[in-house]
T-cell receptor, first 116, second 113 residues
């Protein structure tokens, strides 16, 4: 596709269940980011993938959060045993190069997660 | 380490009035600075960026920002607000060679007809 695609766009789950959020980056973009956007909190960096290098996981808030990127393309963010405080919009972004150097991150529309 | 502070979570201006959204940064290395805009139910898109060239940066939709090292600021301005400018605006910073952008908490701009 032309842009970053995320699915599902909305997810409602019960506390304690696991969820998977998917991100399809722009073709050819080597860098992929996950951010969390909570009301009044701005964007919180979660994890960064660059090519085949080991990911930067420094932003993951707990060991319930994990992410993988298969074949350098599609990424899945997994949240295990969801808690109500996990409710947020999860944004994926991709960049042709390391985004911090160019600032040109291309964002998807996000996956809104609601944990009841 | 890098961080940004956006002063004012909500800003309201009349249509045709000056828009001023404030951003101050902290960086241990020469910073790169960015403004992103998020329209309702959409992802963020880059508005403009400063990467150590000209200190006055022009972006899309008539917005511009000026890098002021002495004030550690990168405020966003537009001379005349349009209704279509209503959105949330995020300031972000990274450092030379850094991979990550660090975003502020955002400023929601309301334009009053």
């Amino acid at each position: 596709g032309a842009g970053v695609s995320q699915s599902p766009s909305n997810k409602v789950t019960e506390k304690g269940k696991d969820v998977e959020l998917r991100c399809d980056p722009i073709s050819g973009h080597t860098a992929l980011y996950w951010y969390r956007q909570s009301l009044g909190q701005g964007l919180e960096f979660l994890i960064y993938f660059q090519g085949n290098s080991a990911p930067d996981k420094s932003g993951l808030p707990s060991d319930r959060f994990s992410a993988e990127r298969t074949g350098g393309s599609v990424s899945t963010l997994t949240i295990q045993r969801t808690q109500q405080e996990d409710s947020a919009v999860y944004l994926c972004a991709s960049s042709l190069l390391a985004g911090g150097q160019t600032g040109e991150l291309f964002f998807g529309e996000g996956s809104r997660l609601t944990v009841l | 380490a890098q961080s940004v502070t956006q002063l004012g979570s909500h800003v309201s201006v009349s249509e045709g009035a000056l828009v001023l959204l404030r951003c101050n940064y902290s960086s241990s290395v020469p910073p790169y600075l960015f403004w992103y805009v998020q329209y309702p139910n959409q992802g963020l898109q880059l508005l403009l960026k400063y990467t150590s060239a000209a200190t006055l940066v022009k972006g899309i939709n008539g917005f511009e920002a000026e890098f002021k090292k002495s004030e550690t600021s990168f405020h966003l301005t537009k001379p005349s607000a349009h209704m279509s400018d209503a959105a949330e605006y995020f300031c972000a910073v990274s450092g030379t060679g850094a991979n990550n952008l660090f975003f502020g908490t955002g400023t929601r701009l309301t334009v009053i007809p």
